[in-house]
């Protein structure tokens, strides 16, 4: 895997500039922080990278095509992680990288769980398990089902980058590439609803 270059990313000067000062995981993360989250008004959208420097907001895809980008300029892989729910829970989209060979996430939400994760994990499952008891309905009910391999963007059409076009098919090709289930039926059937005082802290969101 190579480093993406100014020449093949299609970038204007202003959006590599933008890109690059944002040097470390710890700053892309401080950036999407910054930016209002994409509660898609107008109507859904996966908008390219270019599109969501833009319009200056993003939901958990956009932001991880972001971090995505972000950390490539920095010459890691550009990888991003789909975690996989039971409806009518929605599903939620992080960038990964590695540290020392600790996995961390990149992360954009609007509430105050599902957040960034430090390099400290082992594993792809480890870090995807971080985000199963933060995971649930406003019931209770918890509900992280699978995780997806790591989808490395650069093996893909660059469109994501620069496009104006919605970067729905990639968004589908993500929902459809392998995923691992987490959960036994035994332990499916096993769990517990998560406390009323639980519920109420995962109430609190960052942007209205």
């Known amino acids: 895997m190579t480093r993406l270059t100014f020449e093949k990313s299609g970038f204007t000067e202003e959006e590599w500039r933008k890109l690059k000062r944002l040097s470390t995981p710890k700053k892309i ?7 209002p989250f994409n509660l898609e008004k107008r109507g859904e959208t996966n908008n390219s990278v270019r599109e969501t420097l833009k319009v200056r907001r993003a939901h958990c895809f956009e932001a991880a095509l972001l971090a995505a980008s972000a950390l490539w ?13 039971v409806r009518p829970d929605f599903d939620h989209v992080i960038a990964l990288f590695q540290e020392d060979g600790y996995f961390g996430a990149i992360s954009k939400t ?26 649930f309905l406003t019931t209770g009910k918890k509900t992280l089902r699978s995780f997806s391999k790591p989808f490395d963007l650069s093996r893909v059409k660059m469109s994501w980058l620069t496009s ?11 929902d459809e590439s392998p995923h691992f ?16 005082i639980e519920i109420k802290a995962s109430e609190i969101t960052e942007f209205k």
């Open 29 to 35: 993360q401080d950036f999407l922080n910054s930016i």
């Open 73 to 85: 300029i920095q010459g890691k892989k550009p990888l991003i992680l789909d975690l996989k729910t």
């Open 110 to 135: 609007n509430h105050s769980v599902l957040r960034y994760r430090d390099p400290i994990y082992k594993s792809v499952r480890e870090l995807s398990m971080s985000y199963f008891h933060e995971y």
């Open 164 to 174: 104006d076009v919605d970067q729905a098919d990639l968004a589908f090709e993500l």
């Open 181 to 196: 289930k987490i959960l036994s039926p035994k332990q499916l059937k096993n769990l517990r609803r998560a406390d009323k």
